[in-house]
């Protein structure tokens, strides 16, 4: 992922201001929430976790969450975001989800929020390899793909090979934005089993699978 245009874009944030937000999330009731639990998830990554809303999700209901994103910033913000809630900061570190640095198998499920529809595909389906080799056997892995607005869609950008947005000014200049519809959401996630899909309020669609081998390779 590109780490410096991230690394801008959170440095720009107040960590003390997103608090407030992050307290809608403490002890959240979802349905996912409730499938992780019901799968006997416990140690669980928040992959590319931007200031943590995930990661008080998961660790305010009881998972033992680790978390990571490209940015340091993110990465502090979330940290200090846990512990505002008074949940552990202390395992959140700086990683490209490309290469976690995680072992093999080390988590019992995975959460990529909104993540992948911000990188290429090719590079998408390299990070669902990622994740899928630090999850164990069986275990369940939940990503989320936003939806294109007509704001996204107006600015200023260029269409790669793949069909990915790529902004070329203003804020989001070298942001990649790949508005995958519900068809090739899951033409990226054939082969695994599908356990949940929902459009969330955000407008988000998400879906959660089960780490099991496929056909080929992602």
Not at 116 to 125: E, F, I, K, T
Not at 148 to 159: M, R
Not at 164 to 191: F, K, V
Not at 200 to 210: A, G, H, K, W
Request: aromatic share 10%; hydrophobic share 40%.
């Amino acid at each position: 992922m590109n780490g410096n245009l991230w690394e801008d874009m959170w440095s720009r944030e107040d960590g003390e201001a997103l608090f407030p937000y992050l307290e809608r999330f403490r002890k959240l009731k979802s349905r996912a929430i409730d499938i992780f639990k019901d799968f006997g998830a416990v140690r669980v990554c928040d992959a590319a976790c931007g200031f943590g809303a995930y990661s008080v999700a998961l660790a305010s209901n009881g998972f033992e969450v680790y978390s990571f994103d490209v940015s340091p910033t993110a990465a502090r913000l979330t940290r200090m975001g846990l512990e505002h809630c008074g949940l552990d900061g202390t395992r959140v570190k700086s990683a490209d989800i490309l290469t976690t640095g995680y072992p093999d198998a080390f988590f019992d499920g995975a959460v990529a929020n909104s993540v992948l529809d911000h990188m290429s595909v090719g590079d998408a389906r390299s990070a669902l390899s990622e994740l899928c080799r630090i999850t164990k056997p069986g275990g369940i892995i939940m990503v989320s793909f936003d939806r294109a607005d007509e704001d996204d869609l107006s600015l200023p950008h260029e269409l790669m090979d793949d069909g990915s947005i790529l902004y070329t000014s203003g804020r989001r200049r070298g942001m990649i934005l790949h508005p995958y519809d519900e068809a090739e959401a899951r033409r990226l996630l054939e082969g695994f089993e599908i356990v949940y899909t929902e459009l969330s309020p955000q407008d988000e669609q998400v879906f959660i699978f089960r780490n099991t081998p496929r056909a080929g390779s992602v």
